[in-house]
């Protein structure tokens, strides 16, 4: 048995917009992020079909890197194939190539797809299966959270819900169809290979974001965690991906890697290939003050500045000068609103805004940047809500900021929206001026001009 695991190229061609031409001498392709975003996206930015930019948003591959490996050790390396066609802005032309390389060395091919990319990866997944008709085609990730989708799509061999590790291996034993949702548990999280890096990719990975990191370059993106507790209606992969809850109901565990595992993936990813940082881009990185200073404890053996993204509320405050104190140099802090009504009744956060304030202004005192998400155009907010998040956003002082549209991808609660209400977000309801899209950049840009004119 052998398998190919599989983020191929996404790209939509090029594009201009009234206003760009004092930053863009001519039109720029729009491509997309999908694999290792918890929403994929698409941009418009410096890359360009086997041409990549090195500092475009590209995030690390994180589920697939970890079955990969995975997968390795259970059938051996030489039955293995990994590319990330994002990472290396491979054109669909030299995909195609590629394949035609190993079209008789593989069984099966394994692409992770979400509602964003969904429409784009199924036209290349029938191209596949027309040029390759002997290869099983395996999907994962976000999309997988609704099976009924894939009932009359011949192409697709199976359907993994949730991680991939183990599922990964039920198809390669003989199981096909729709994969249940099969975690791994902490302690075989904490046996498991390392992810998948080469020399290839290793590189290729950047966000610029929370300041300096983007100075930092190669930048080693990694998770110390799976999982999150909080039911925020858009967030994707504790819905679907690391738990079965896409409606927000049931409990949604955290699964934290051990000490001694972290230091062994950090050790052995800066002997291999001398990154200048590391970004630990959990779900929610400091859930709890033991596991955070363990973090800082081994961060502070490696004498490397680092990066997080956190919340602002689940650490005690002397604990964010401990990571100071340790290397961190920034953080990202999801707030989403700056309407405490919102952030309660619509998102479900959890959070509040004057506290979350409070940590912003003492964790910047410290020497750290931090970078706040915010996202507009939720179902059930109104345009004063989202006046009241631009006004936050000027009174805290963040260091930068991320602005988004919501997106609606399946697996998650916001999703179900569409056909239920949700008692744990009360005042979330699809109303006539709720903009459903699920590419939240290509929303954010329908939104700005009515946020520009008040």
């Not at 994707?236 to 955290?254: F, H, I, L």
């Not at 998102?347 to 970078?371: A, C, F, P, R, W």
């Not at 179900?416 to 005042?427: C, M, Q, W």
């Amino acid at each position: 048995m052998s398998i190919f695991f599989s983020n191929p190229p996404w790209w939509e061609g090029k594009e201009n917009r009234p206003g760009w031409k004092k930053w863009f001498r001519s039109k720029r392709w729009r491509r997309g992020v999908r694999a290792g975003s918890r929403w994929p996206l698409t941009m418009v930015n410096k890359s360009r079909p086997d041409k990549r930019h090195p500092k475009d948003y590209t995030p690390y591959p994180y589920f697939l890197g970890y079955a990969a490996t995975y997968a390795r050790d259970k059938i051996g390396k030489e039955n293995v194939f990994f590319r990330d066609s994002i990472g290396i802005s491979e054109s669909y032309k030299s995909y195609f190539n590629f394949l035609e390389t190993i079209k008789n060395k593989i069984e099966y091919l394994l692409i992770e797809t979400a509602t964003p990319s969904w429409k784009h990866d199924y036209k290349l997944i029938k191209e596949i299966k027309e040029k390759y008709p002997h290869i099983k085609i395996i999907i994962a990730g976000p999309i997988s959270s609704e099976p009924e989708k894939f009932k009359n799509f011949k192409e697709v061999y199976a359907a993994l819900k949730g991680e991939y590790e183990k599922n990964t291996m039920k198809v390669l034993n003989g199981e096909r169809g729709v994969i249940e949702h099969d975690l791994l548990t902490l302690e075989e999280m904490n046996r498991s290979p390392f992810p998948y890096f080469d020399d290839l990719n290793y590189d290729n990975y950047f966000d610029g974001n929370p300041a300096p990191m983007g100075v930092y370059f190669p930048q080693a993106h990694i998770w110390s965690s799976r999982g999150c507790p909080f039911k925020c209606i858009f967030c994707v992969w504790p819905a679907s991906m690391t738990g079965n809850d896409p409606e927000g109901t049931k409990t949604r565990t955290v699964r934290q890697y051990s000490k001694s595992y972290m230091r062994n993936l950090i050790g052995n990813l800066l002997d291999r290939y001398k990154f200048k940082t590391i970004y630990f881009d959990d779900d929610t990185f400091n859930i709890g003050n033991r596991h955070t200073t363990d973090m800082c404890e081994i961060m502070e053996e490696f004498k490397i500045p680092w990066f997080a993204m956190c919340r602002a509320d689940t650490i005690r405050k002397e604990t964010w000068k401990i990571m100071s104190e340790s290397g961190c140099k920034g953080v990202k802090i999801g707030v989403e609103s700056g309407s405490q009504y919102v952030v309660d009744k619509i998102v479900n956060k959890h959070l509040d805004l004057n506290y979350t304030k409070e940590i912003v202004q003492y964790i910047k005192s410290l020497g750290m940047s931090v970078h706040g998400t915010f996202t507009y155009g939720l179902p059930g907010e109104t345009k004063e809500h989202m006046f009241e998040t631009k006004k936050y956003i000027s009174d805290v002082g963040f260091t930068t900021i991320q602005e988004s549209g919501t997106a609606e991808i399946e697996g998650a609660p916001l999703h179900s929206l569409n056909k239920k209400n949700l008692k744990v977000y009360p005042a979330a309801k699809i109303g006539e001026g709720y903009q459903r899209h699920t590419d939240g950049n290509k929303k954010w840009m329908d939104l700005v001009d009515s946020l520009q004119n008040k």
